[in-house]
T-cell receptor, first 113, second 112 residues
């Protein structure tokens, strides 16, 4: 069974631009969670989608948003990029929203110049 | 909200030695505790997990223990090998809520 895939793997943007990251969960998994990983803050939860609905949201500004499609694929968007948004963005999928293991993709490395 | 503390931040051992990483959590409602291994350039990989109705779980050279009263859990790796070198993260989650709260990570270096 194929794992979680994320595209693109690397991205370079400049301040003020916006970016869209994509995540395809493991086949049959309906929950997708997004995390931001930085050296200083570690892994921080952004949001979770289940059956096309946002179920939980972390403590990030409204510039960070996401959505999930009927095939469970998910996208996250960051608008008006800031230097501090440079990070590894990780997507994790679960077979059901809670009480199940989360499996991570390889991440998208975003660099904001 | 939940807070997870992880120690040590770095750990160096000789091949064949044992390694122990410890985590504490703050929310007594947490009931699921996974451990992830992250190698350079890769996403975190789930290596073992434990639920609050179990005190210990083993999988070959890896074991996890949980002390609910003290709100801490530990990862034990025996007979370490150079390929065990990576960053290890502990996490906690409480029932009915899917979000994982992670520790800051432990960089484990196993020298041949």
């Amino acid at each position: 069974k194929a794992g979680v895939t994320q595209t693109p793997r690397y991205l370079i943007k400049t301040r003020g631009q916006q970016v869209t990251l994509s995540c395809s969960p493991i086949s049959g998994h309906r929950s997708v969670s997004w995390y931001q990983q930085t050296p200083g803050q570690g892994l921080q939860f952004l949001f979770e989608y289940f059956s096309e609905t946002q179920r939980n949201k972390g403590n990030f500004p409204g510039r960070f948003s996401g959505r999930q499609f009927s095939n469970s694929r998910s996208e996250m968007n960051v608008s008006t990029l800031e230097l501090g948004d440079s990070a590894l963005y990780l997507c994790a999928s679960s077979p059901v929203g809670s009480n199940n293991e989360q499996f991570f993709g390889p991440g998208t490395r975003l660099t904001v110049l | 909200g939940e807070n997870v503390e992880q120690h040590p931040s770095t750990l160096s051992v000789q091949e064949g030695d044992s390694a122990v990483i410890k985590c504490t959590y703050s929310d007594s409602a947490s009931n699921y505790f996974p451990w992830y291994k992250q190698e350079l350039g890769k996403g975190p990989q789930l290596i073992i997990d434990i639920r609050s109705n179990v005190g210990e779980k083993k999988d070959q050279r890896i074991a996890v223990t949980l002390n609910k009263t003290a709100k801490h859990f530990s990862l034990h790796i025996t007979e370490t090998q150079p390929e065990d070198s990576a960053v290890y993260f502990c996490a906690a989650r409480y029932s009915g809520y899917s979000t994982l709260t992670f520790g800051k990570g432990t960089m484990l270096l196993v020298s041949p």
